[in-house]
Structure formats: structure tokens, C-alpha cells
């Protein structure tokens, strides 16, 4: 049985963790993308959380639903899965850290890692809660459980599919070059459904919940 988590997400870091996060486009790629041959806005462009790499980059993920340079998330979840596979929203899910619960006391623990599997193969990537899972007691109310995990192509630009680099590119420029978010800047109708449909082509997962 699997299932698409409703849980809450939390992105925790990006990488390189602890320092300025690295883009699926560089700085050079977005320049030469855009035509400029000075360093006048290179602030503008790419400057550690912000500009318009950074801006364009978490548009693309939110819409396609998925992790472009990798990336710690966490899900939190109201009770703990029971034979059960969760398919891990924001991926590809690479690797599972920790799965941890609130006890009926409140304290927090470890769940032990032979209750659960991760799948980091095919589509339904994920983790496999085994049915033994349910001789666990957790407390009541929501974010009692939480997965922290890793997601993302690779730490590298070149790690991550062209489709999905082409679109924060495509993006980014848009931005760049319509900054004022006036009437008739910004995104406009007919950008936003060519962003969503390459969105859709380069594999973005829909959630309708």
C-alpha cells in the first residue's frame, strides 16, 4: 500500500549546509543566458538566499514539486504509518536520515531503523513502513511524527536534468528583465502556463490535496 504523504514540509538546508546555497544555474550560465557581459547586477542575479537565481529556483520547486540541488527536508506526520509506503513529497528522496515520534509522555524518540525501509528506486520513492511499525504509541495531534531526508539530483548544476535547469534559467531571466512587477511585469498569464507545462514534461509531481 502507498500513499502520497499530506503531511506538513519543512526545508531544513540546502547545499553546500551551513553556507550560501548553491543554484541549479551558476552565476555564469544565467549571464551568458541573458546576454550580460558586466558585473554591474551580479548581486541582483545571485546573491547567497536571494536574487533572482534563488527566487526562480524556489518557483520551479514549489510548482514541480520537487528538489533540484540537493537539499534537507523534513515531513511531519499525525500518526506513524503502518505497512505502509510514503512517498516522500519534493524529491527525489536519496536517502533517509532519522524518523523520529513524540511519545504518550511527549518525550521524543528514535524510531529504530528496522521499522522502516527506504525506497530510492522507480517512481514510488520513499519509505517503507513495515507492519511492526504498529506496536509503536505515539502521542496524539498533529507533527507527532517526523522524517527528516535527503533530496535533490546531485550537489552539482550539471547533476541536475537540463529540462529543469532550462525552466530556472527561463525563469530567472523573465525576472530579471521584468523586475518592477508592475502591469505587465512580473509573470504573466501566458509565461506562467509555459513554465507549468515544462514543469509538467520535466516530471513535476501534482498534488491535489
Known sequence: MSAMVTGEYELLDRYPYGDDPDWPVTLEDIKLHCQIDHNVEDALLQF???????????????????????????????????????????????????????????AEQTLSASLY?????????????????????????????????????????????????????????HLYERREMVSGGGIDEAFERVIDRKCILAGATRRYV
Open 117 to 173: 525501509r527506504g525506497i530510492f528506486r522507480g517512481r514510488a520513492r520513499g519509505v517503507y513502513f513495515k507492519s511492526n511499525a504498529s506496536s509503536i504509541v505515539v502521542a496524539d495531534g498533529p507533527g507527532v511524527v517526523w522524517i527528516d531526508y535527503v533530496a535533490g539530483f546531485g550537489i552539482t548544476p550539471n547533476s541536475v536534468p537540463a529540462q529543469w535547469r532550462a525552466i530556472v534559467a527561463a525563469l530567472a531571466m
Open 48 to 106: 547567497g538566499n536571494g536574487g533572482w537565481l534563488a527566487a526562480a529556483t524556489q518557483e520551479v520547486e514549489s510548482r514541480g514539486q520537487v528538489s533540484l540541488i540537493q537539499q534537507k527536508r523534513r515531513v511531519l506526520l499525525d500518526s506513524l504509518p503502518n505497512d505502509q509506503t510514503i512517498q516522500l513529497g519534493r524529491g527525489p528522496a536519496t536517502a533517509i536520515t532519522i524518523v523520529k515520534y513524540l511519545d504518550l509522555a511527549g
